[in-house]
Every structure is written in C-alpha cells, then in structure tokens.
C-alpha cells in the first residue's frame, strides 16, 4: 500500500476553475451539479476560497478571488474535465432536470458514452461512462 509520503506516488486533489463569479459558480456547482461545499473562506481582505468535490470524488475544484497565483487563468478556459459516471444516461436526466443544459449522450463505442456541458462561464465538462468501471474512491 502507498501513501503520499511515498515520493513516486502523486494525487490529484484540488483543480482551479476560473470564473468570474464565484457567488454565481458556486450555486450552479453545489446546487446544479451537487457538488460538496468543503469550505468557503475569506482568509484575507479581497480573498475568497470556495472548495467543492463531487460526489464520491478524491479530487476538489477550487472557485477563488484574490489568489495570485491563479492570476493569469482566463476565466471559462477551463476544457473537458472528466467527470466519471455509472449511468451516463441517468446523470444527464438528472442534471437536464436541475437546469444543467447538457449535450446529447455520443456513444464512442467499447462501453464508452459522453455527454458534455459547461458552467456559467464556459468552462467545459464531460460527463463520461466506462461500462467496465465503476466509479468511486
């Protein structure tokens, strides 16, 4: 078994999403797609942090003011992060009903279907089924 003290091991946990209003970002993450709030912070003046995961998920996205670091992101540049489903079709039903406009389901073949969407700022999403996976920690 691994850890993250092991060197050769690295996890993805936290993925910045630019946008450009985070009040705006976070209701359509935490109330249109379902996403978890972690924590939403203002550690300083003119800093905001709001972390969210997905159901089920090891990985974070993170909706920010304020962070230099993050700077540079062009807001909505963000494209095609994976999100993995069990049932393409009905996350989609789901996420059509809580007002996500999402794209019709292309099957690519071997087991594997797509859907696509975007938050309010562009950004871009797939909604992805593996049939031989399930998806989960």
Known sequence: MTTPA?????????????????DRARVFYEEQLGFHVDHDVRPAEGVRVVQLTPRGSACSIVLSTGLPGLGGMTVGS??????V??????????????????GEIDDAGRGVRYAAFRDPDGNSWVLQELAWRSPGP
């Open 78 to 83: 963000l494209r095609g992060l994976h999100l």
């Open 85 to 102: 489903v069990a049932n393409v079709e009905r996350t989609r039903a789901e996420l059509l009903a809580r007002g996500v406009d999402v």
């Open 6 to 22: 092991d060197t050769s091991v690295m996890q993805l946990e936290l993925v910045p999403v630019p946008v450009g209003d985070v």
